[in-house]
């Protein structure tokens, strides 16, 4: 297939993040021109069902003129300031304090940043300062999960627990480390409930943390649903059983909320949604719709109080962004969860969960799925060689890439995580698009199932 002029010059300028480098030269890229709704347009007019909110973030879809109409008006009467010494403005403090008034444990105060990778590489950095400040300078090891994903910076890179992010980048850094996955379907032991397996999770993280010795570690980072290594519900009664585990050994507890937060399971925070407190909260995506990059870390008062003792001892607290707090973000991000409190958004997608997680779940009998599983309005199906034995596919079959090729043809796009198929849609999508979603998704599946059999790649 010939490229077009818009595609050559798109591979011979962009360096494309998540993407094989090699076969984009072959295939060229999806050049997207416009958007309204749930619903992107390429540059030929095609439009698609944006079935993952862009990156898990477009919660309010595309085209929303009163966010559009607020970053305008803020930049023309406060295009930029910043929050470094001792300088703010109302957008920020306003968004400060509503985000300390959504927040679903006790929060003093809100530092903001750019991106989910920004807000959990603060979070390493200020568990560090924080002990420092208490004297307790060898708690410093963090423990993040395998498959767990928390962003590409070098240090929340190192958190994430996935080889992609790490081979050959010379990470994970040291004082980093990780812990079992709970994911029932792919590591519980033959016969073993959704209770046990939670139960030996949490024995793996506390005999870890008695194996490095429990005055060693700092702090235990977790998605409430993990995101990006294959939207994997935790097993019931995991978050009580870790948090258990964490509070015997005074480890600190950090909710990364940047997929889950502000109504994506239904409820304001994931936290919550699965029952569990955290000290800290780590949140962006959907907190701007993504129509703005804004992201924040919301830290509780003994935290505060160690950047005081900090400043006392240093003369300031030596971190920040340039564009922390950006005026024209926080205003937008106010204005978002304006519609989301006013249109009752997340009341509204929560009832819409039923619908959704009965489609997903009906594509479990589908040949080529072993797995179909989900939380509120975000889901994920594993295909797999043989369902019986849970054989996966060969990576170097690449299975998983060409049903997103296939779905993106059949005018959705939809996000491949290995062989698990993610799905994610805005929060305003509609009854009926969810029941076009996944026709098209049913679609994909079958003509992806065509060439698995066509190269004998199913069976045991």
């Not at 900090?310 to 973000?329: A, D, L, N, Q």
């Amino acid at each position: 297939m010939a490229l077009t002029n818009l595609q050559v010059r798109d591979l011979e300028t962009v360096l494309h993040p998540y993407t094989n480098q090699a076969t984009i030269r072959d295939t060229g890229t999806l050049v997207l021109e416009r958007a309204k709704g749930i619903y992107v347009y390429d540059v030929d007019g095609k439009p698609y069902i944006e079935g993952m909110s862009g990156l898990w973030c477009t919660a309010l879809g595309y085209g929303n003129e009163e966010l559009a109409q607020t970053a305008y008006e803020q930049m023309k009467k406060l295009s930029f300031t910043h929050l470094f010494g001792g300088k703010s403005h109302d957008p920020a403090i306003e968004l400060a304090e509503k985000l300390k008034e959504k927040a679903p444990v006790p929060i003093s105060k809100v530092f903001f940043v750019c991106s989910g990778s920004e807000a959990n590489d603060s979070q390493v950095k200020m568990v560090w300062y924080m002990n420092n400040a208490l004297g307790r300078p060898q708690k410093k090891k963090i423990i993040s999960r395998i498959k767990g994903y928390h962003g590409v910076t070098i240090a929340s890179a190192s958190l994430t627990g996935l080889p992609a992010n790490h081979t050959d980048f010379d990470l994970p850094i040291s004082g980093i480390l990780h812990t079992s996955c709970p994911h029932h379907y792919r590591f519980a032991h033959e016969g073993e409930t959704e209770e046990e397996f939670a139960t030996r999770c949490a024995q793996d993280l506390e005999d870890m943390i008695l194996r490095e010795g429990p005055e060693t570690v700092a702090a235990f980072i977790a998605e409430p649903v993990m995101g990006a290594g294959g939207v994997i519900v935790p097993p019931a009664g995991y978050f009580e059983k870790i948090m258990a585990v964490c509070q015997r050994y005074d480890v600190y507890m950090i909710a990364d909320e940047v997929i889950c937060g502000f109504g994506r399971l239904g409820e304001w925070f994931g936290s919550s949604a699965l029952g569990y407190k955290p000290h800290s909260i780590s949140v962006a995506k959907a907190l701007t719709s993504a129509y703005m990059p804004v992201g924040a870390v919301m830290i509780p008062e003994e935290m505060y109080q160690a950047t005081i003792i900090e400043s006392k001892k240093i003369g300031t607290f030596g971190h920040g962004f340039t564009y922390s707090g950006h005026p024209v973000g926080a205003a937008v991000a106010l204005k978002t969860l304006e519609i989301y409190e006013r249109d009752r958004i997340i009341e509204k997608s929560a009832a819409k969960t039923p619908q959704f997680q009965a489609h997903l779940k009906a594509l479990a009998d589908h040949p080529l799925v072993g797995e179909a599983r989900g939380m509120g309005l975000v889901g994920a199906l594993e295909m797999v060689a043989h369902k019986p034995t849970k054989k996966a596919f060969e990576p170097k079959a690449g299975i998983g890439a060409y049903a997103t090729m296939v779905a993106q043809e059949e005018g959705l796009i939809i996000r491949n995580l290995g062989d698990s198929l993610a799905v994610c849609p805005p929060l305003i999508i509609t009854p009926e698009e969810i029941d076009d979603l996944f026709d098209r998704l049913a679609r994909t599946l079958d003509r992806t199932l065509d060439k698995v059999k066509a190269e004998g790649l199913l069976g045991a």
